[in-house]
């Protein structure tokens, strides 16, 4: 079974209360998979990709340690930890090397000790991993570890370049991914803004694998997500016993991007406090792990990332001035999908590709797809997608598998809903199987109907055509002269 984007934890206890605390607690950072019994605890590691398991030491039938002795025989490879009282300590003590238990915890825990303990399991995990890989590729040539280096170092950089920004030819993003690209090769600090959903991490990658630190590190820290108790030990780092729950030395993320790129995304969210302690270390380009007499220098390219108005913060007093022109050597924004709707058909047919090669829209649920507004942006849009997807009974993907709201509510729709009869019809046979048509035709196609439409509903009084298609007036003009309908 492949890893799922989050790290798995499998938590086992017979306490349904505890249960669905420790879920609450941990499932903004991981995949949580629960189990009220050794039993099914087994049962969801057969069926799932677990990374790190937590157990109770006090169950039914059998206790923790038991339990975390048979998984570490089965799944060698998952980090085990176990929860336990003071009472239990000597019976977890005289097993946890047979069982492999890499720490305990006493209860009651406290949620940041536990999201922190947890996420350094999940490095572990990963570092194993990555020390396996590297076994295996010091036993290759050096002729042959060269090869697969740059084969991987490849892989990257298509997967993650500007071309994965999905857009049409005349497109809003192409002004950003085009000064993107132009400042990569630069050690410019760089902002990036724009709503949640709009691929603003993607456009962080694809400057990171642009610029001369290409082959080195790319580390992403969501700030938003992390207790400011703990983002402070997750960014610096922290020596062991500087904090409870603090066993032993972790480096940073600034350590681990040395050299790379660190993306801090979501980086409004952080509190004045913690802004003071980031300002510095971008000063002085070194850290201070938690409970370090010595600082450690790091050499990093700092993205950060926002769907905040962090100039109005910064005018509130929650953002700091300094801080803000630290991290906004230049600044790009990311234009939300209702910006830019050419985007969306094919946005969606790379999504069909990746899902389901072979399925289309039909043409009246393209229209809808085109003119919702999106608030959620591309995630929204591939909820939709996937949504029509698991529905359909055949190959074509009709508007009654999209959500209601889709198109009906915001933009064009409610303008020009009365000329769908006539529309649809007309767009059909961009759609067709077999047409030959490219996809940036098969848009052209899209964008002329809609105006038509637009065009016939009001008579074509440019201010309303513009209002009801999203446009300015000199953008309708342009398109209008692009299209050939300008008479």
């Known amino acids: 079974m492949k890893p799922t984007a989050l790290p798995t934890v499998l938590v086992v206890d017979d306490e349904p209360r505890s249960l669905e605390t420790l879920r609450r607690t941990l499932e903004e950072d991981f995949t949580v998979f629960t189990a009220g019994s050794a039993e099914e605890g087994r049962a969801v590691m057969e069926r799932e990709f677990i990374h790190v398991v937590v157990s109770d030491q006090r169950m039914p039938g059998t206790s923790g340690v038991d339990f975390l002795r048979g998984v570490r025989t089965q799944w060698p490879d998952t980090v085990r930890l176990i929860l336990s009282g003071y009472s239990e300590a000597e019976d977890i003590i005289s097993g946890i090397n047979e069982a492999g238990i890499w720490q305990y915890m006493l209860k009651p825990w406290h949620p940041d000790q536990l999201l922190l303990t947890l996420k350094s399991a999940a490095n572990l995990w990963r570092l194993q991993q990555e020390n396996q890989r590297l076994s295996l590729e010091l036993r290759d040539s050096p002729e042959q570890l060269s090869q697969r280096v740059a084969k991987r170092r490849g892989k990257a950089r298509a997967e993650s370049g500007f071309e994965r920004l999905t857009r049409a030819e005349h497109s809003p993003l192409n002004t950003v991914c085009k000064l993107a690209a132009k400042i990569a090769p630069h050690e410019l600090s760089v902002l990036v803004t724009g709503e949640s959903g709009t691929g603003k991490e993607l456009l962080a ?7 001369h630190r290409a082959d080195r590190p790319f580390v992403v820290e969501n700030c938003g997500a992390v207790p400011d108790s703990l983002l402070e030990a997750e960014l610096f780092g922290h020596k062991r016993g500087a904090f409870t729950g603090a066993h032993e030395d972790r480096i940073g993320l600034f350590q681990q991007a040395d050299g790379g790129t660190l993306l801090l ?12 302690k980031l300002l510095r270390a971008l000063q002085e380009g070194e850290v201070r792990p938690v409970g370090s007499p010595r600082p ?13 108005n962090l100039e109005a913060d910064v005018r509130s007093g929650r953002f700091r001035e300094d801080l803000y022109y630290r991290l906004a050597g230049i600044t790009l924004t990311m234009p939300s999908l209702r910006e830019r709707p050419q985007d969306v058909p094919l946005i969606v047919a790379g999504m069909l590709q990746r899902y389901a090669a072979g399925q289309q829209f039909s043409a009246a649920a393209m229209a809808r797809l085109i003119a919702h507004h999106w ?15 698991a529905l359909a009974e055949g190959n074509t993907l009709d508007g009654e598998l999209l959500s209601p709201r889709v198109g009906q509510k915001q933009g ?17 046979p961009a759609f067709a199987p077999g047409n030959g048509a490219t996809l940036k035709e098969q848009l052209d196609r899209v964008e002329a109907e809609l105006i038509r439409a637009a065009i016939e509903r009001f008579s074509g009084n440019k201010s309303r055509m513009a209002e009801a298609l999203g446009l300015t007036r000199v953008g309708l003009r342009m398109k209008l002269d692009r299209l050939g309908l300008a008479e």
């Open 296 to 308: 450690v220098p790091v050499d990093v390219r700092i993205i950060a990332a926002t769907n905040r």
């Open 265 to 276: 995304d979501e980086i409004g969210d952080t509190s004045p406090a913690f802004q003071v």
């Open 375 to 389: 608030p959620g942006n591309v995630r929204e849009l591939q909820n939709e997608v996937l949504r029509a997807l």
């Open 205 to 211: 990658r694809a400057i990171h694998y642009a610029s």
């Open 412 to 428: 064009v729709m409610n303008q020009v809903a009365p000329a769908l009869p006539t529309l649809a019809p007309n767009l059909a």
